[in-house]
């Protein structure tokens, strides 16, 4: 019986290698996965510590298996995960394993809960999706705006906002992941149940600035319901195109119509391609980006109860150190259940609020 471990699956790329490096500096020594054999060799050499390499490729689903056995934790970073995450996905569900992810592109994490959750759940693994800043944060902030509110609460909104030139510090793989997805229909969770949604939008008070965020699709939606069984509705704005943002939300309201074009689909697919191979990392000269995410909890009269803002700092520092602290804690004391999990239902409100601290996200109550 070997000695269950952590597994980093994409790891040369931009998530993955910042991912790695937060695992070292947490003491862990994860094993490093990749399609391309002479960039991990390279990338494991300039660590600080040396880690084991292993080769697998979405396209050859037994070499992802191969790499996951029993009571592993994997870390999957191989976005667009509507195009590569179903290999890893498999793979922990046939190990019995506990599976993090970094996706954001809403279909994916639906079909986590909807389609692999029960299977993961009959096989004893547990699939924790969208865990770093897609969507730690609005999860931790809801579920403390929630337990504040009380029973009285049916509403919660979650709104995501950023300050600093977030354009210049997306990577290939966002880039590509956002593309992948324009033309796919999001949801909300309305009347107690997930619903379409198409370019809704709303101003939040953030550092007392009136900011708009455009409803998006998240785990949230899966996640925060059963563990408040009042709540009717839960929405998620992303506020990231500042300005932009109300324009953003009329042309998504258009979305049903220019996916039924000839040939948008293949449009998109192709930009998806040119990002991918554009290969170019994030600016690093690009000013400081922080974030800011904001909780509201409502009654049925639409009186707000709570409300909670986190703030922190760079989103991709901030999902490779919640991802190094979920995949440690998961490994050495393992996750509360089994199937499709929130990350409050995985590790618990106070661990989730300590490990995002640990990630530079601080709390607090307004």
Not at 95 to 103: C, M
Not at 109 to 124: M, T
Not at 317 to 341: I, K
């Amino acid at each position: 019986m070997r000695t269950p471990r952590i597994v980093l699956f994409g790891a040369t790329g931009f998530t993955g290698r910042l991912t790695a490096a937060a695992l070292i500096a947490r003491g862990a020594r994860p094993l490093l996965v990749g399609r391309d054999p002479a960039r991990l060799d390279a990338f494991a050499a300039s660590l600080p510590v040396r880690p084991p390499t292993a080769v697998a490729d979405v396209s050859r689903p037994e070499s992802v298996r191969r790499t996951v056995g029993p009571g592993d934790v994997l870390i999957s970073a191989v976005g667009p995960f509507m195009r590569w995450g179903e290999a890893a996905v498999a793979a922990a569900t046939e190990a019995g394993a506990v599976y993090l992810d970094t996706a954001g592109e809403p279909p994916f994490i639906k079909r986590i809960y909807q389609r692999y959750g029960p299977a993961a759940g009959a096989g004893g693994a547990a699939l924790i999706t969208a865990f770093g800043y897609d969507y730690v944060p609005g999860n931790l902030a809801a579920a403390l705006a929630l337990r504040k509110a009380g029973s009285e609460a049916v509403r919660v909104d979650v709104g995501y906002f950023v300050r600093g030139d977030l354009a210049a510090r997306l990577s290939p793989g966002t880039r590509a992941s956002a593309l992948g997805v324009l033309l796919d229909p999001m949801y909300g969770f309305r009347e107690g149940r997930i619903v379409r949604e198409h370019g809704r939008t709303r101003a939040f008070v953030v550092g007392g600035r009136r900011r708009y965020g455009m409803a998006v699709g998240t785990s949230e939606h899966f996640a925060l319901p059963p563990a408040h069984p009042g709540l009717r509705e839960v929405n998620v704005y992303l506020g990231w195109l500042g300005r932009l943002t109300r324009a953003a939300g009329t042309l998504a309201r258009a979305t049903p119509v220019l996916a039924a074009m000839p040939g948008a689909r293949r449009v998109t697919d192709a930009l998806v391609d040119r990002v991918i191979r554009s290969g170019r990392p994030p600016g690093h000269a690009a000013p400081a980006v922080s974030s800011q995410i904001v909780a509201e909890a409502y009654d049925a009269r639409g009186r707000l109860l709570a409300a909670v803002e986190l703030n922190g700092g760079d989103p991709y520092d901030f999902t490779a150190r919640v991802l190094a602290w979920g995949a440690t804690t998961a490994l050495a004391e393992g996750v509360r259940g089994t199937g499709a999990l929130g990350p409050v239902d995985a590790f618990g409100l106070e661990a989730l609020t300590r490990g995002c601290a640990e990630a530079g996200l601080a709390a607090q109550t307004r």
